[in-house]
């Protein structure tokens, strides 16, 4: 049991409250919401203590539910009040980034055995929440359940998109395990004269970009790249300088992030909450930045690793 | 063997070329991927299972949509649009570029929770970029909060079915069109900055705009930040193969890119203040 197992069970028992409102509402397809939050629920909530393979089946459930079954992405933004509103509602949406960075700096000096690492900045921002719904509440003179299940239509707004991160979170692990960037490389470092630098330089940067975009993160790209063409062309034969190969190599495949929906937390879950009808409208608007950025790092890794 | 591994890459290109749903491209590649490369169906399960367990923090955000979704009931966002319309001289490119500066300064000391799309872009950076962007036009001061909630309020029923109906248009032509799908995809973009007449795109094309620099602020302020995963990913690499890096060294080497994803973005926003 780790610190987050508590942080699950919330998530499973809210999920499941969104599943009983799904079946007994008027929306259309209840059976089908049904089915993908109570699964949710069950598997967060009682992941850790069910076999692998059955979790694996459940979420190829959901994910089939998500692509095949679930309504599109609904308008968020209907119960929108007309009216401005007083001016203190401003403090607990102010309070929850405060209070998560506080927490985040404080917790490490309290040097907890049971919670460190990545956790803390979790707990933190669990916490930063769990402090501004109260404040939020008095407030606004609502009641806790009604806060909770207007963010459960929140939620069902946002519907797949919201799911999507985690799918391909997985979809990167069985990339991994396949091999498949390892492939892609091997395939370009047989096709390309990387024996010419300026090939290589462009084959590495465009290719942390290209890698990124297929498989949705920079962070599983530059193993793959890096150790594809950064360090047996560019350092070893070329005797570029590691550090600025390396971290503007990163850079490059951020550019990649800025450009793919297989990156849904960033591209496609603003789309949902934003309420817009394009479902690229994210990465239109990001393209007109991304690519000079691109052409920019290949100049820089050019210049400042050959120095 | 080597090109049986490339399958679920092809399957994710053509997959979003042929403007499929991302969550079926999502699990074509995934199963493609298991049965191209995995020993097992028990092996291949273990690992979905295993991996998406691990991934559950993912939907921390789900805690803060409460709060958001209340305080937006009783009107957070047009509080946001009628703060900026207070302030003199205020347009949406400079709002904006403000933000961006926030946004990548504060994720370079390492503080990546101040901002984010749930939390900070819809409650209000976007309210209020658009607030700016509707007081350029001259109109009246309530049209760009009610621009927010005009739209989806009055029908969402029919603009679902219309979404459904465009995505199955979009999903008949075979998948040797996805070259020309994405053709169009680009031609309808380039249309779509040219004529930005409008009012209503132009509100979408500045809620995409706020999302974006959120983004680019993140992305190209977080590598700059000494004890960020990435920085200490990328030591770790080298280290393993014989390379000591510091990672104030890789820290450094990221400020010129840094630099110039501000310059390029914020050029962008400014451009677009001046253009209209």
């Known amino acids: 049991m780790s610190a987050l197992t508590p942080i699950y069970w919330l998530l499973g028992?809210?999920?499941?409250?969104?599943?009983?409102?799904?079946?007994?509402?008027?929306?259309?397809?209840?059976?089908?919401?049904?089915?993908?939050?109570?699964?949710?629920?069950?598997?967060?909530?009682?992941?850790?203590?069910?076999?692998?393979?059955?979790?694996?089946?459940?979420?190829?459930?959901?994910?089939?539910?998500?692509?095949?079954?679930?309504?599109?992405?609904?308008?968020?933004?209907?119960?929108?009040?007309?009216?401005?509103?007083?001016?203190?509602?401003?403090?607990?949406?102010?309070?929850?980034?405060?209070l998560t960075v506080a927490l985040t700096l404080l917790i490490p000096k309290l040097a907890l055995s049971w919670l460190s690492g990545a956790n803390v900045a979790v707990v933190a921002l669990v916490v930063a929440?769990?402090?501004?719904?109260?404040?939020?509440?008095?407030?606004?003179?609502?009641?806790?359940?009604?806060?909770?299940?207007?963010?459960?239509?929140?939620?069902?707004?946002?519907?797949?998109?919201?799911?999507?991160?985690?799918?391909?979170?997985?979809?990167?692990?069985?990339?991994?395990?396949?091999?498949?960037?390892?492939?892609?490389?091997?395939?370009?470092?047989?096709?390309?004269?990387?024996?010419?630098?300026?090939?290589?330089?462009?084959?590495?940067?465009?290719?942390?970009?290209?890698?990124?975009?297929?498989?949705?993160?920079?962070?599983?790209?530059?193993?793959?790249?890096?150790?594809?063409?950064?360090?047996?062309?560019?350092?070893?034969?070329?005797?570029?300088?590691?550090?600025?190969?390396?971290?503007?190599?990163?850079?490059?495949?951020?550019?990649?992030?800025?450009?793919t929906p297989m990156a849904a937390n960033f591209n496609l879950v603003p789309v949902a909450l934003l309420d817009l009808k394009d479902r690229y409208a994210v990465i239109r608007a990001q393209v007109p930045t991304a690519l000079p950025l691109l052409a920019g790092n290949l100049i820089l890794i050019g210049v400042l690793c050959f120095r | 063997?080597?090109?049986?591994?490339?399958?679920?890459?092809?399957?994710?290109?053509?997959?979003?070329?042929?403007?499929?749903?991302?969550?079926?491209?999502?699990?074509?590649?995934?199963?493609?991927?298991?049965?191209?490369?995995?020993?097992?169906?028990?092996?291949?399960?273990?690992?979905?299972?295993?991996?998406?367990?691990?991934?559950?923090?993912?939907?921390?955000?789900?805690?803060?949509?409460?709060?958001?979704?209340?305080?937006?009931?009783?009107?957070?966002?047009?509080?946001?649009?009628q703060l900026v319309r207070g302030w003199k001289g205020v347009r949406t490119g400079r709002l904006l570029l403000a933000y961006l500066a926030l946004r990548q300064g504060s994720a370079a000391l390492g503080l990546t929770s101040l901002g984010g799309h749930a939390q900070m872009v819809r409650p209000l950076v976007a309210p209020m970029a658009e607030a700016a962007d509707g007081d350029k036009h001259g109109e009246p001061p309530s049209t760009g909060a009610q621009s927010l909630s005009g739209p989806a309020a009055q029908a969402p029923v029919v603009r679902i079915g219309t979404r459904l109906s465009a995505y199955e248009r979009r999903s008949s032509p075979p998948l040797t069109q996805g070259g020309n799908n994405s053709q169009s995809l680009l031609g309808e973009n380039l249309t779509q900055l040219a004529r930005n007449g409008s009012d209503r795109n132009s509100s979408e094309e500045v809620r995409a705009l706020a999302a974006a620099t959120d983004n680019v602020g993140l992305f190209f302020g977080e590598d700059l930040f000494l004890a960020f995963g990435a920085v200490l990913l990328m030591q770790a690499f080298f280290a393993e193969r014989g390379i000591e890096l510091t990672p104030l060294s890789i820290a450094l080497w990221g400020i010129p890119t840094a630099i110039l994803a501000f310059v390029i973005h914020g050029a962008r926003l400014l451009w677009r203040d001046r253009r209209r």
Request: positive net charge.
């Open chain 1, 129 to 259: 929440c769990g402090t501004a719904l109260p404040l939020a509440l008095a407030i606004t003179r609502e009641r806790a359940m009604h806060a909770i299940d207007a963010g459960g239509d929140l939620f069902e707004a946002i519907g797949w998109a919201a799911m999507l991160p985690l799918l391909l979170a997985v979809l990167g692990s069985v990339f991994a395990a396949a091999g498949v960037g390892d492939a892609l490389a091997t395939l370009l470092g047989a096709w390309l004269p990387l024996d010419v630098r300026w090939v290589a330089v462009i084959a590495y940067g465009l290719g942390m970009a290209l890698l990124t975009m297929l498989m949705g993160n920079a962070f599983a790209a530059f193993p793959v790249i890096a150790g594809g063409i950064g360090l047996p062309f560019l350092v070893n034969v070329h005797g570029a300088d590691p550090a600025p190969l390396a971290a503007i190599g990163m850079l490059s495949g951020y550019c990649g992030t800025l450009l």
């Open chain 1, 13 to 98: 028992a809210y999920f499941a409250r969104i599943a009983w409102r799904a079946w007994h509402g008027a929306a259309p397809r209840p059976r089908t919401r049904t089915a993908f939050y109570a699964t949710l629920s069950v598997l967060f909530a009682f992941g850790d203590w069910m076999p692998a393979q059955l979790a694996g089946a459940l979420v190829l459930l959901v994910a089939a539910i998500a692509g095949f079954g679930l309504p599109e992405s609904t308008s968020s933004q209907s119960a929108q009040a007309a009216d401005r509103g007083r001016s203190q509602l401003l403090w607990p949406i102010l309070l929850i980034p405060a």
């Open chain 2, 1 to 81: 063997m080597l090109t049986l591994a490339l399958l679920p890459l092809a399957v994710v290109v053509l997959g979003f070329a042929a403007r499929q749903h991302p969550a079926r491209v999502v699990l074509l590649a995934m199963l493609t991927a298991g049965l191209v490369a995995l020993p097992s169906v028990s092996a291949f399960l273990e690992l979905v299972g295993t991996q998406f367990l691990k991934a559950r923090y993912l939907l921390v955000l789900m805690f803060a949509l409460p709060v958001i979704a209340i305080l937006e009931r009783h009107g957070l966002r047009a509080l946001a649009a």
